[in-house]
């Protein structure tokens, strides 16, 4: 590398000064340089990309159990709709239930707190966010039961890969509780899906409180990653593969697990955010937006 040089040809001992100062910052002047930039990765990730949900009922066990940490992406629902079998998260209509949430801080250091928790994706959650798997899409017949399944145009789901505990089944359909596993037959209005939680002795879902707009749906969870031991992917399963379409659906991509798209999505702001705590050698600790059972 050429030095540079006075006027008499000799190096310049300032300018050689001022390239060892800002080649060796302290910690002091660069740590808080990077909290900035990581601070601003955080919103824009939580803003446009995905986000992390914390799960704090059982009503989709045992896929998702209390305390697991999920990854919703946010984007993959811009480019494409959503498909049966895939796990969701959306905000709830006047319809869906909400449950009592903590009361707010009232002090300033706890509402600064939570103002800055809800930038960055670790708040409390809202009052109707919800996570469900995806049963009908629009225009699909959904009804229950034959032979203690859930049919879909006319085909009757093998649930037992997700479905561990199931509604009673002699109970009578009610429209107003979640009770029963029976229900009548729902046509699944244009623009809204039919969803359903796994655990659904315990689920409060489209049974009884109606679909959902997919423009309420906030986006896809396709990953656990928290606790570490219960790292894994959320693909669609199997029984969703063959369904027929129903007259007024278009016809829907068929799922591919994972998606290119949420790999990108998740593999990009983990580098970008590793690459800039990188100097500080700390990382630091997240924690989950709480959905609703």
């Not at 919103?43 to 998702?64: C, H, K, N, Y």
């Not at 909400?98 to 009361?103: D, I, L, M, R, V």
């Amino acid at each position: 590398m050429a030095q540079m040089l006075d006027e008499g040809g000799t190096v310049d001992p300032w300018r050689r000064r001022a390239r060892r100062r800002r080649r060796q910052m302290p910690l002091w002047q660069e740590l808080p340089l990077l909290l900035v930039v990581a601070f601003c990765l955080a919103v824009l990730i939580r803003t446009f990309l995905l986000q992390a949900f914390f799960i704090p009922s059982g009503s989709m066990e045992d896929t998702l159990l209390i305390g697991d940490r999920v990854l919703v992406n946010k984007v993959v629902y811009d480019v494409r709709e959503p498909v049966r079998g895939e796990i969701v998260v959306f905000r709830g209509t006047d319809r869906w239930v909400a449950q009592e949430a903590p009361a707010p801080p009232t002090d300033l250091a706890g509402r600064v707190g939570r103002t800055l928790g809800d930038l960055v994706g670790v708040s409390r959650p809202g009052e109707k966010d919800f996570i469900k798997r995806v049963i009908g899409l629009p225009g699909d017949k959904v009804w229950c039961c034959d032979e203690g399944r859930v049919v879909v145009n006319g085909v009757a789901l093998d649930e037992r890969e997700y479905v561990l505990e199931d509604s009673p089944l002699e109970l009578p359909p009610n429209p107003k509780e979640c009770r029963s596993r029976q229900f009548t037959e729902v046509v699944v209005p244009p623009g809204q899906i039919f969803v359903m939680g796994d655990h659904r002795l315990v689920s409060q879902d489209a049974r009884c409180q109606g679909p959902v707009p997919i423009d309420n749906v906030v986006g896809r969870a396709f990953m656990i990653v928290w606790p570490s031991q219960r790292w894994t992917s959320l693909p669609v399963p199997e029984t969703f593969g063959g369904l027929p379409h129903a007259d007024a659906a278009p016809a829907a991509p068929a799922p591919v697990d994972p998606d290119p798209l949420e790999g990108a999505v998740l593999i990009l702001p983990v580098v970008a955010t590793l690459t800039v705590l990188a100097g500080s050698g700390r990382p630091g600790r997240t924690r989950g937006r709480r959905l609703l059972p």
